[in-house]
């Protein structure tokens, strides 16, 4: 097939047209903005048919938007390494719970949450990119588990990649911690921040504008603003249809998805702008719910953030709300600069009516609170024999709430409750049965660094790293 250059735009409009590799070894275009590919590739119902094979859904789904800006075959070889780091052929397999109630089961992978569909393949593409331009890159994330846990699982070994995680010392789960720092990796470095999560994310601000650290190569991040990771999280919403259509399900499901910073959500938006046939998308976030007051109030508010069981949802700034604000406005640029700017300055914008309308046909948003998640956790248990992990409840409350006569449900699972068993196991009583991957960590040596919350530790730790 010949693919034309795809290209990529700023959602602030004023940063020069990007290919693929720009995209994503930059993760953030010039301008503050995030890149988006300036047309959208359009498929068809041959691309979500029964029985396709997960690699020929993703080929097809990202292939357009790479076009000639990797080596040859790059994603063939990223999509192997990732398909075999899943055990079940369908790689997402849809479950059926009840009549028209479906769950996307995305956690079978070596971190045993979603996250790993994404950044198994951007690890692998962003080495592609690399070796075609010579360059050395160093990642950083802040992390409160599965970010970091999946970047580390993807990045480790990479070549030209180097990659610090910071994650707040003391304040993560053991088998997340275990699963970043019993990788055996020189091009990984772990520190513990004797700190909060937000200061984790200070320091990581502060290392992406050292320029000394700059001087050195590529210096970029691995959260879900990089578009190569959006992109990695289109094909399991095909692969959704496609497995409907292979039991006879023909009609067009509503996606329900545990949210936090809207990457996964926007993934599925992307993949109904390509033509994916679906009847709507619903956001599913907890007790953190600026995202939910913004589309169903009209005000997009920050306030702190609040600790709840499904952790890796507690965001309060969005940030991919940024391309939403922009596809919806019909990629208006000035407006999606305007609503952002107020928002950091002020803390607070008024979305106008008419972005407010657009928004609310893109994507409806519920909130569930600690004890709504909780009861569905139970509900899930004892209804079905599910045990499922506190984002798969949020999202399972507001589905079960869906009506489904015009057609199916599908609610994604982002992760195995075992990562979650510190919640989970209160509720059904026993542990979660962990899967081979968690079972795996066993007692293998940690490494990692214990530092404190100045940026100089931070800075000398990652200096002595990079030499
Ligand atoms: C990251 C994460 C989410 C939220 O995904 P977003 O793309 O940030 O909306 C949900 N569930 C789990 C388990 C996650 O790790």
Same mark, same amino acid.
């Given at each position: 097939m010949q693919h034309a250059a795809a290209r990529y735009v700023s959602t602030r409009g004023s940063s020069p047209v990007a290919d693929f590799a720009e995209a994503l070894l930059r993760g953030m275009a010039p301008d503050g903005g995030l890149y988006m590919p300036a047309t959208w590739p359009k498929l068809t119902p041959a691309n979500w048919a029964a029985g396709l094979a997960y690699s020929d859904m993703a080929l097809a789904a990202m292939q357009p938007f790479i076009g000639t800006a990797l080596p040859e075959g790059a994603l063939d070889r990223a999509l192997h390494?990732?398909?075999?780091?899943?055990?079940?052929?369908?790689?997402?397999?849809?479950?059926?719970?009840?009549?028209? !109630? +479906? !769950?996307?089961?995305?956690?079978?992978?070596?971190?045993?949450?979603?996250?790993?569909?994404?950044?198994?393949? %951007?690890?692998?593409?962003?080495?592609?990119?690399?070796? &075609?331009?010579g360059e050395r890159l160093t990642l950083v994330t802040a992390t409160s588990g599965d970010t970091g846990a999946a970047a580390v699982a993807a990045f480790a070994n990479q070549p030209r990649i180097r990659l610090v995680v910071l994650h707040p010392h003391e304040r993560v789960s053991p088998v997340q911690r275990r699963q970043m720092?019993?990788?055996?990796? =020189?091009?990984?470095?772990? !520190?513990?921040?004797?700190?909060?999560? =937000?200061?984790?994310?200070?320091?990581?601000?502060?290392?992406?504008?050292?320029? *000394?650290?700059?001087?050195?190569?590529r210096f970029s991040s691995v959260n879900s603003i990089n578009w190569a990771r959006l992109a990695g999280q289109i094909p399991y919403y095909l692969s959704a249809v496609s497995q409907l259509a292979a039991v006879g399900e023909t009609r067009a499901p509503v996606f329900v998805v545990p949210t936090g910073n809207f990457g996964d959500a926007f993934a599925g938006i992307a993949a109904s702008r390509m033509g994916l046939p679906s009847r709507g998308f619903v956001a599913?976030?907890?007790?953190?719910?600026?995202?939910?007051?913004?589309?169903?109030?009209? $005000?997009? %508010?920050?306030?702190?953030?609040?600790? &709840?069981?499904? $952790? *890796?949802?507690?965001?309060?700034?969005?940030?991919?709300?940024?391309?939403?604000?922009?596809?919806?406005?019909g990629r208006d640029a000035d407006l999606t600069r305007g609503v952002f700017a107020d928002f950091a300055r002020d803390g607070r914008v008024v979305l106008p009516d008419e972005l407010l309308t657009?928004?609310?046909?893109?994507? *409806?948003? $519920? *909130?569930? =609170?600690?004890a709504t998640t909780r009861?569905?956790?139970?509900?899930?248990?004892?209804? +079905?024999?599910? $045990?499922?992990?506190?984002? &798969?409840?949020? %999202?399972?409350?507001?589905?079960? &709430?869906? =009506?489904?006569t015009a057609g199916p449900v599908v609610a994604l699972a982002t992760a195995h409750p075992a990562k979650f068993g510190k919640d989970v196991a209160p509720v059904v009583g026993f542990d979660p049965h962990p899967p081979e991957v968690i079972r795996a960590l066993g007692d293998r040596a940690e490494r990692f660094d214990v530092i404190g919350t100045d940026t100089s530790e931070a800075l000398a730790a990652v200096r002595a790293f990079q030499t």
């Amino acid at each position: 097939m010949q693919h034309a250059a795809a290209r990529y735009v700023s959602t602030r409009g004023s940063s020069p047209v990007a290919d693929f590799a720009e995209a994503l070894l930059r993760g953030m275009a010039p301008d503050g903005g995030l890149y988006m590919p300036a047309t959208w590739p359009k498929l068809t119902p041959a691309n979500w048919a029964a029985g396709l094979a997960y690699s020929d859904m993703a080929l097809a789904a990202m292939q357009p938007f790479i076009g000639t800006a990797l080596p040859e075959g790059a994603l063939d070889r990223a999509l192997h390494r990732l398909i075999a780091g899943f055990a079940p052929p369908e790689v997402t397999p849809l479950v059926q719970l009840e009549d028209g !109630l +479906w !769950l996307l089961e995305l956690f079978h992978g070596p971190t045993a949450a979603f996250k790993d569909l994404a950044m198994q393949l %951007a690890a692998a593409l962003s080495a592609e990119a690399l070796q &075609t331009s010579g360059e050395r890159l160093t990642l950083v994330t802040a992390t409160s588990g599965d970010t970091g846990a999946a970047a580390v699982a993807a990045f480790a070994n990479q070549p030209r990649i180097r990659l610090v995680v910071l994650h707040p010392h003391e304040r993560v789960s053991p088998v997340q911690r275990r699963q970043m720092t019993t990788v055996e990796a =020189d091009n990984v470095l772990n !520190l513990a921040v004797r700190g909060d999560f =937000d200061d984790c994310q200070r320091l990581v601000k502060a290392l992406l504008a050292d320029e *000394s650290l700059r001087a050195q190569g590529r210096f970029s991040s691995v959260n879900s603003i990089n578009w190569a990771r959006l992109a990695g999280q289109i094909p399991y919403y095909l692969s959704a249809v496609s497995q409907l259509a292979a039991v006879g399900e023909t009609r067009a499901p509503v996606f329900v998805v545990p949210t936090g910073n809207f990457g996964d959500a926007f993934a599925g938006i992307a993949a109904s702008r390509m033509g994916l046939p679906s009847r709507g998308f619903v956001a599913a976030v907890n007790a953190n719910d600026a995202l939910a007051r913004a589309i169903n109030e009209g $005000v997009y %508010a920050r306030r702190a953030a609040v600790e &709840t069981a499904s $952790v *890796s949802m507690d965001v309060q700034a969005p940030s991919n709300f940024e391309r939403l604000v922009y596809e919806a406005s019909g990629r208006d640029a000035d407006l999606t600069r305007g609503v952002f700017a107020d928002f950091a300055r002020d803390g607070r914008v008024v979305l106008p009516d008419e972005l407010l309308t657009a928004l609310r046909r893109e994507v *409806s948003a $519920v *909130s569930v =609170d600690e004890a709504t998640t909780r009861a569905e956790i139970a509900h899930a248990h004892a209804t +079905w024999g599910q $045990v499922v992990c506190p984002h &798969t409840a949020v %999202a399972l409350s507001a589905a079960r &709430t869906i =009506d489904r006569t015009a057609g199916p449900v599908v609610a994604l699972a982002t992760a195995h409750p075992a990562k979650f068993g510190k919640d989970v196991a209160p509720v059904v009583g026993f542990d979660p049965h962990p899967p081979e991957v968690i079972r795996a960590l066993g007692d293998r040596a940690e490494r990692f660094d214990v530092i404190g919350t100045d940026t100089s530790e931070a800075l000398a730790a990652v200096r002595a790293f990079q030499t």
